[in-house]
């Protein structure tokens, strides 16, 4: 199985910072990773996939980046919205995995 | 736009069977580049993705290790939804359960479509 790992577990950041989160697979993936975002009480939602391929009607304010085992989900200029639970998921292989999460609170 | 709705008992009995529907709409469960996953979401395990069923030309179903002795997951084409049946349930099959939508384009493969989820507790 791919292992996912992210850093950091949780973020303290104000409105208008840059934040980055970083995700490590256990291997390879070429494109098959994507970025969910989890509100308390809600399902995740798609934000990117394909490591940098934004989902409709997300905003340009989120953006991705990486390559090989080594990913990255930038939000430049958090907004109040932005403050949720990010994960990172791999489609490279079944089964499926999630990375652990990265809580982004409001400092 | 597509919408998905699981349906379910809330409380199953330690040994029993876990039987959960997700009623799919406004997309076929048949569609051939699509597939259908139930991801379940727990404090102690995190996201963990179960399986997957889809339809090219006929049925297939994909398995976690994980569960894969004790899960079945049936499309039903009449109602247009997918069920899952998870057997001889722990407590450590306490969950909430989503199933969600799983699209395949070119290099890309993800889930776009989420239910809203369903909360199963095993206790007796």
């Known amino acids: 199985d791919i292992r996912l790992t992210q850093s950091p577990s949780s973020l303290s950041a104000s409105v208008g910072d840059r934040v980055i989160i970083t995700c490590r697979a256990s291997?390879?993936?070429?494109?098959?990773l994507n970025w969910y975002q989890q509100k308390p009480g809600k399902a995740p939602k798609l934000l990117i996939y394909?490591?940098?391929t934004l989902q409709r009607g997300v905003p340009a304010r989120f953006s991705g980046s990486g390559s090989g085992t080594e990913f990255a989900l930038t939000i430049s200029g958090l907004q109040p919205d932005d403050f949720a639970t990010y994960y990172c998921?791999?489609?490279?292989?079944?089964?499926?995995?999630f990375g652990p999460g990265t809580k982004l609170e409001t400092k | 736009q597509v919408q998905l709705q699981e349906s379910g008992p809330g409380l199953v009995k330690p040994s029993q069977t876990l039987s959960l529907a997700c009623a799919v709409s406004?997309?076929?469960?048949?569609?051939?580049?699509?597939?259908w996953s139930w991801i379940r979401q727990s404090p102690s395990r995190g996201l963990e993705w179960l399986g997957r069923?889809?339809?090219?030309?006929?049925?297939?179903?994909d398995y976690a290790v994980s569960v894969e002795s004790r899960v079945t997951f049936n499309p039903d084409t009449s109602r247009n939804q997918i069920s899952l049946q998870l057997d001889s349930v722990t407590p450590e099959d306490t969950a909430l359960y989503y199933c969600?939508?799983?699209?395949?384009?070119?290099?890309?493969?993800?889930?776009?479509?989420w239910g809203q989820g369903t909360l199963v507790t095993v206790s007796s």
């Open positions: 406004g997309d076929s469960i048949s569609t051939n580049t699509v597939g």
């Open positions: 394909g490591i940098s």
């Open positions: 998921q791999q489609s490279y292989s079944t089964p499926f995995t």
């Open positions: 069923t889809y339809y090219r030309s006929k049925w297939y179903a």
């Open positions: 969600a939508r799983e699209t395949l384009t070119g290099n890309w493969d993800f889930f776009d479509s």
């Open positions: 291997q390879t993936m070429t494109t098959y």
